[in-house]
């Protein structure tokens, strides 16, 4: 994966421009969006190799939205993957500009760089993207989480948020990569139900570690949503229930896929990995 995404962000011009997205690229991670698709590409009997581009695609979608969520008219932090944010090295605008080329090459990858990927599978990739980038997704959660901030919301609103900010672009990471497979409908159906869930119990122990765990371990700063006044799941349900409904969640994201037996083993401990993870 690592490679891959070296290999992604060749040397061109401007030079400042590359340096800002491969700053903020290569800096680690833990790669889950990238590796659930490459799962998933295989579950549905493809190659992996296939879905190489759209798992890179997937990761820089996912960096772009940490550099603009970290800039200052946004979360305004800065420390992210155990380095200064990338506004803070290269300026607000040079980050800015990096997450939306960023942004763009990931398109890129889908529609022109994904050899063998038959055109209307890249079509439906690059269309279900696009929808979870955008105002159905990650945008319009954003928005949310924005309004939100210094206010006591409900279930109902933080759940809204959880879905779209974090949940949609882990929906298409698992999706895209059945859909480069040309799976069934009855597949693609019961991966989203999988992602749906991984999705919400993945941001509720993100929730949890915010508040357990600390800023060296995470490579980002601890505690943040009490300094920002955020609604989360623990400040809702307390940490044993929340910790309770990830669980459950994970159970039954699992439950969806159990039918499709040993190929569907490295899904079902990915699940695991979210709800055990310590960062
Ligand atoms: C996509 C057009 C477009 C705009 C982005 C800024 C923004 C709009 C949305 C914010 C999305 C966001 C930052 C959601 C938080 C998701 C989340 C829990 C991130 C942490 O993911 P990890 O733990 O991080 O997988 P690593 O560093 O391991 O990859």
Redesign the pocket.
């Known amino acids: 994966m690592e490679a891959a995404l070296d290999d992604a962000l060749a040397p061109e011009r401007p030079e400042r421009l590359r340096e800002a997205m491969r700053y903020s690229l290569l ?7 990238p590796i659930l698709c490459l799962a998933s590409c295989e579950l549905a009997g493809a190659a992996r190799s296939l879905a190489m581009p759209t798992a890179v695609a997937l ?1 820089m ?11 200052p008219a ?2 305004n932090d800065d420390l ?2 155990g380095r200064p944010t990338n506004h803070k090295v290269f300026g607000d605008a040079n980050a800015i500009l990096a ?1 939306d080329a960023l ?1 763009c090459r990931a398109f890129e990858m889908v529609a022109e760089r994904s050899p063998g990927v038959p055109a209307e599978r890249r079509v439906q990739v690059v269309a279900a993207l696009a929808r ?3 105002a159905p ?3 319009g ?2 928005v949310v ?1 924005l309004e939100s901030e210094g206010k006591l919301v409900g279930l109902e609103t933080l759940e809204y948020i959880h879905l779209h ?2 949940g949609a ?1 882990l929906e298409i990471s698992v999706t895209s990569g059945a859909m480069i497979a040309g799976a069934p409908g009855e597949l693609v159906e019961a991966l989203r139900r999988y992602a749906r869930g991984i999705g919400l119990a ?2 509720i122990i ?1 929730d949890i570690l915010d508040v357990t765990a600390d800023s060296a371990t ?3 700063t601890a505690g943040k949503d009490l300094i920002a006044d955020k609604t989360t799941y623990p400040s809702l349900l307390g940490l044993d229930e929340s910790r309770r409904r990830a669980d459950a969640l994970t159970t039954e994201a699992t439950q969806s896929i159990e039918a499709w037996g040993e190929a569907a083993q490295p899904l079902m401990a990915l699940a695991s990995y979210i709800t055990a ?1 310590d ?1």
Not at 61 to 71: E, P
């Open positions: 800096a680690g991670g833990k790669r889950l969006r990761e979608v996912h960096t772009m939205s940490l550099i603009h969520d970290d800039l946004m979360d992210r993957r997450g942004l979870a980038a955008g997704g990650l945008v959660g954003q989480d900010k974090t672009l993945f941001q993100d995470l490579g980002k993870r960062r």
